[in-house]
Structures are given as structure tokens and as C-alpha cells.
């Protein structure tokens, strides 16, 4: 247990499972590398119980998937010895539950079905036999606590939470595993003995996000910039190919969904779901694209939203993900390249050209968003207040300026908080002229939504800001990088 950084959620939702009177089915998923069976293993395996996992064979046969199962069962209910390879699934459960009636009565049992889409095969019928056993008899054993999980994570919300068959509303709990915090990363840093502070935890997460897997990569004698450079810019790197094989290991017709992702990232400020339908040729129209849309949500590759204001434009969707934007932004370009001659520290040249602070000032908004509750926190701004982009683009022709807020929050006390994201080394100077900027910003919004709200003009800056007369005439609130670890 002492291994699991942070997860406090997910920990107490686990234990409260284990500890339950009654049989649990719990359904685990998130994206790939994020850590989801590392958190049941340790936590299960610290526990007194027998614990059962069985792991699918990525593009296994059905056959090498009950051989596998067979095995597990072997090791773990009768001490290695070697058992029959059932036929299918219903055989293989039939088994695991004449082994389930064997473990003494004050015993716990975990059934750990680790990525159970890669062992629903072809006419697998695996689904059918879960429904079976769950139904039949595991439910009515309050010693049993199943844990179905998978990276695939829209078919697991299909599958299993959604489920209209025999497995309607049985699953007790569910658990969507999300990428490491700021904090946690800083924790989980801290814990595998790489030493940094806060600026250098940002950089690195802006490259990489809070994926365990790819922060476990990271060499101590290394400093984030030589890091980035060996695992991004080099052939041989971790992560020069993580792009092309996590969209294989989780989507069939893998190309595609590639391919509406390279489209979404394309579009720095968010693209209308309308441009989506017009843009992207490979996936087609309506029901397929949405499904497809809606599964990269769930992998948590993309986010959708609504401007404020803006319900008529309708859903709006942006790259949500650190390591996809920045692969996309740095390394696919270059890939070939790359490719010929990988001994180039090629991070080091894109290091303070025009791009890198346009992309630094893209993925801290990008962060800013995932640490909403945060950055509420830090503002004294309600829980209950929702969070938002907006923006405002004149018809050609006319001398209207164009707007955008890089975030605000329409509270419940009458009152709107509009949010100045920047990314700077050091405290940012707010100047007259970036003073009349703010101020016709404001103007603007005020017009074209016609609010009568009292609004709040506050700057998220890295570094903080500069104090002088500007800043102290239009700026109401102030939070830094520092307050996004708390």
C-alpha cells in the first residue's frame, strides 16, 4: 500500500469494497499506461485475501486467452499444479468457482479480469459467460469482490457499466482512473528520487502529462530538457513511437481514429464539431463519428465543451492530452528526420523560438483545466460555478475586435470571474497597452452576452505578476503556478 502515491479517491473506493458485506463487481478503466493495474495489484495483493488476476493476451486466440486463464487458476487456487484448458469461457468460470468453493469460508476472494477486452475475442462469448457466473453465483458469495478493468475504456463503459443484458445495473462501483495530478506528479518524482521544483515539474508535465509509465522513464542524472530529448527526439526513445502503438493496442481501425485526433490538434483554440464533419474524410459521417468521438473522450485523448453563450455553435472538442499534443506539435513533423539521425539534441534548438512559448502558453491553459477544482480554490471561487472557455469572432468586414477568455467561471453569487492565463519564466508585466487590451476584452464580453453580472478580472500567471499602477487598477485576483499544487 505504501507504494500507491496518491490515488486517496480511488484507495478509500476500493476499500470500502473490500471491506463491504456484500459481493462487489467493480469496473476499473482509463487510458493506457495510466497506472489502473498497478493500483488493483498493490492494493489487493497488501490485502488478506486470495487474489485471482487474470491478464488478457493482447490480439491473443481465444484458445492462448483460456490457456492462460487455466494456468492462473492452477497457481493461484491449487499451487501450480497444471489443470485442463477448458473449451470456452462458461467452462473457464465454471472452474474458477468450483476453486472460489474451496477457499475457507473467512477468506476474501479478488477476481481481477485485467484488460477483459483483449479476452473478448471474436464469438468469444465471454461477456455472456460473465453474466452467467456473476449472476448465477458469485453475487450471492459477499466474499467475492470482481474487478473487470480496461484501457479500451469505451468498451468497458458498453460492456459493462452500460451493459442492457444480464449485466444491467450490477456493476457496484466504478473507477475511472485519471492521469496523475501536479501534486501527485510531484510526489510520484519525489518518490522514484528525481529532484525538481515546481517550474520543472510543469515542464515536464506539459510534455508528457501525469502518465506513470512515462515519469518512470525518467533518468535521475538527467535534467528535463536532456530528458525530453532521449525520450521524445530519439528513434530509440520510450516514447518516439508511444503515438502509432497506443492507438493500436485500443481502437480497431486504429488509422482513423489517428487521424481525427491529428484534425482536433490542429486547431489550437478548440474545433466546432461542424468543421469536424466538413474536415475529416476518413472516419464519415454522423453515428460513426460521434462513437469515435466520444471513445477518445473516453481514453481521455480529447475533451468536448461548450463556449459559454455559445449553445447555437454546439460541441467544440480540443486535444486534452499532454504526450498526444506534444507529438503531435514537435515530433510528427519531424519524424523522418528524426529518424536518419536521432544524435541531434533537437529539444535544445526548439527551446525559445517563437513556437515553444506559443505551445508553453497553450498545454498551461491545458493544465489549468484539469486542475479546475484547484485554481477555484485558489480564487475562492465556489465549487458549484461552471468553468469555461469563450470567445468572440466579428463578421468579416466589420471593425468589431475579436475576443477570446482563456477561461472563466459563471458563479452563483451574480458575479463572473474571467481568467488571463499566461506562461512566463518570470512575473508578467502587465503595461499600459496590455492594460487597454484586458480592459476592451472585458468591454467586449460585456456587449456581446449582455450580462448584467458583476465581473472579476483575474490573471493565472506562471510566475506571477509585476505590480504596477496598471496591474493594481484592473486586476481583482492573482493565483501562480504554485497554487496548482495544492
Request: proline content about 2%; hydrophobic content about 35%.
Amino acid at each position: 500500500m505504501n507504494r500507491i502515491i496518491g490515488r486517496d479517491a480511488e484507495k478509500d473506493e476500493l476499500s470500502e469494497a473490500f471491506n463491504s458485506n456484500y459481493a462487489e463487481f467493480i469496473a476499473v478503466y482509463g487510458r493506457r499506461r495510466v497506472g489502473k493495474t498497478y493500483l488493483i495489484k498493490n492494493f489487493f495483493q497488501a490485502k488478506k485475501c486470495v487474489y485471482f488476476q487474470m491478464t488478457g493476451i493482447y490480439k491473443g486466440s481465444l484458445d492462448k486467452q483460456l490457456a492462460r486463464f487455466s494456468k492462473e487458476v492452477g497457481e493461484t487456487f491449487y499451487k501450480g499444479a497444471s489443470m485442463k484448458i477448458p473449451d470456452n469461457w462458461m467452462g473457464a468460470f465454471e472452474e474458477l468457482t468450483h476453486a472460489i468453493a474451496q477457499v475457507p469460508k473467512n477468506k476474501k476472494i479478488v477476481i481481477f479480469l485485467d484488460e477483459i477486452p483483449w479476452m473478448s475475442t471474436r464469438k468469444s462469448g465471454v461477456i455472456s459467460a460473465l453474466e452467467y457466473f456473476w449472476n448465477r453465483y458469485w453475487v450471492n458469495n459477499t466474499r467475492v469482490k470482481l474487478v473487470a478493468c480496461g484501457s479500451a475504456a469505451s468498451w468497458i463503459i458498453k460492456k459493462i457499466i452500460k451493459n442492457r443484458g444480464g449485466l444491467h445495473n450490477r456493476v457496484t462501483r466504478k473507477i475511472r482512473l485519471l492521469p496523475f495530478n501536479l501534486s501527485e506528479t510531484f510526489l510520484y518524482l519525489k518518490h522514484v528520487g528525481y529532484q525538481c521544483n515546481h517550474q520543472q515539474v510543469v515542464k515536464l508535465f506539459m510534455a508528457m502529462g501525469g502518465i506513470p509509465f512515462y515519469l518512470n522513464q525518467i533518468k535521475k542524472n538527467y535534467s528535463i530538457d536532456q530528458n525530453i530529448d532521449n525520450l521524445f527526439f530519439n528513434s530509440n526513445g520510450m516514447l518516439f513511437d508511444e503515438f502509432d502503438e497506443v492507438f493500436s493496442s485500443l481502437f480497431e481501425h486504429s488509422e482513423q481514429y489517428k487521424e481525427l485526433v491529428i484534425l482536433i490538434g490542429s486547431y489550437k483554440d478548440g474545433i466546432q464539431r461542424s468543421i469536424i464533419d466538413e474536415k475529416n474524410k476518413l472516419t464519415g459521417k454522423g453515428g460513426r463519428l460521434t462513437k469515435r468521438l466520444e471513445d477518445l473522450e473516453y481514453a481521455g485523448f480529447i475533451t468536448s465543451y461548450i463556449p459559454f453563450g455559445h449553445k447555437k455553435l454546439g460541441m467544440f472538442y480540443r486535444i486534452s492530452d499532454e504526450y498526444c499534443y506534444f507529438y503531435l506539435k514537435w515530433i510528427r513533423p519531424i519524424k523522418n528526420q528524426l529518424k536518419q539521425n536521432s544524435t541531434t539534441k533537437h529539444w535544445k534548438g526548439i527551446i525559445n523560438t517563437p513556437g515553444y512559448f506559443g505551445w508553453l502558453g497553450y498545454v498551461f491553459e491545458n493544465i489549468c483545466y484539469k486542475h479546475i477544482s484547484q485554481v477555484k480554490k485558489a480564487l475562492n471561487i465556489e465549487e458549484s460555478s461552471l468553468a469555461s472557455p469563450w470567445r468572440y469572432a466579428p463578421r468579416k468586414g466589420t471593425k468589431e475586435m475579436g475576443v477570446q477568455i482563456d477561461l472563466m467561471f459563471d458563479r452563483d453569487d451574480n458575479a463572473i470571474t474571467v481568467c488571463e492565463i499566461k506562461y512566463t519564466d518570470k512575473p508578467f508585466t502587465i503595461d499600459k497597452q496590455y492594460a487597454e487590451k484586458l480592459k476592451q476584452k472585458v468591454e467586449v464580453f460585456k456587449k456581446i452576452t449582455r450580462t448584467n453580472k458583476q465581473i472579476f478580472l483575474t490573471m493565472i500567471s506562471a510566475n506571477g505578476i509585476k505590480n504596477t499602477m496598471y496591474s493594481k487598477e484592473i486586476i481583482d485576483g492573482l493565483m501562480a503556478l504554485d497554487d496548482l499544487f495544492l
